[in-house]
């Protein structure tokens, strides 16, 4: 397996995965969907309320704010075994929030009872009160994992598609497919078309060239263990080490089978 | 009030409903904001250019 990392930042990441076989691959894309567990505010308790919106519609929007996660502190609920799934301080987190009207009540606004779990961006508004309008009201989080509930997901628009290969033989320099590329990657030169090394990672695998080529001298095709990643994190996690706890929890559920295996 | 996330891909998107407000208000392209806040993906583009803020409509009527 090699990785050869193209973008890098806080939040999002795009690299080259190759040597390695579709099937892991997208067990990489789902683990960073579905099986990286994160926090995210699963139950709301409501003191007061007179905004605009229903008790439901708040929790709902509570629910979706990414909150950075410190997997090393916290275990997923449902396999705590201080509480057997109850609920106790190793698998949960309570915020509170309390808003006077005019305003509007932001994510920075929620208290945390652990000053390192914050929610990952400051400024998402929940809701706006006017005049008079109160909010008061605490939130739990717990660990939950993305196959559950999509506030639980980590990864976000995570996908590959395979490292594309351009083939380009007998060219009469025509000149029709560097027209009807819709990157425009396919370059012209005097001896032919060409596409250069870096581009050829934007090709869609889209064809059009092949179609337009009346004497068939290009062929585009694709390597079958080589893939472009593209995935972002919610925030929950660094882009970083969201795809390493991927990558853990692949090994984990690996070990898992073995283990199994070894009582028969 | 604007959806915490982008209903596709889940992307939060309700974090830049202030600033892409504010600047589309001043009189800046809102194909340019949308661009410049990083919002490259079409389903999240038609989060912020679809939203109708209804919050001052229904306050009245508790
Ligand atoms: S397959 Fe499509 S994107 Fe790729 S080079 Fe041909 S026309 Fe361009
Ligand atoms: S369409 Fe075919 S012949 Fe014409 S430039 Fe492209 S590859 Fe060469
Ligand atoms: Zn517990
Ligand atoms: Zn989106």
Redesign the interface.
Known sequence: MEVDILELSDRSAKFVLSKVSTSFANGIRRAMIADVPTLAIEYVNLYDN?S??YDEQLAL?LS???IVTDAETYVPQAECDVCGGEGCPACEVSLTLSAEGPGTVY?RDLISSDPKIQP?????????L?KG?KLVLEAVAHMGYGRDS?KW?AG??CGYKNVPVINIQNCDACGHCAAECPKGIIRFEESGAKVSEEDILKCSLCRLCEQVCDIHAIKVDFDENAFVFTM?S??SYTARDLAINAANVIKGKAEEILSILDQF | MIPVRCFSCGKVISNYWDEYKRRVGDGEDAAAVLDDLGITRYCCRRMILSHVELVDVLSPYQ
């Open positions: 007179t605009v919106l929007r979706l704010i990414p994510s990952a961006d400051p400024t998402i508004p929940i809701v706006e006017k309008q999509v997901q976000v628009a972002e919610d925030g």
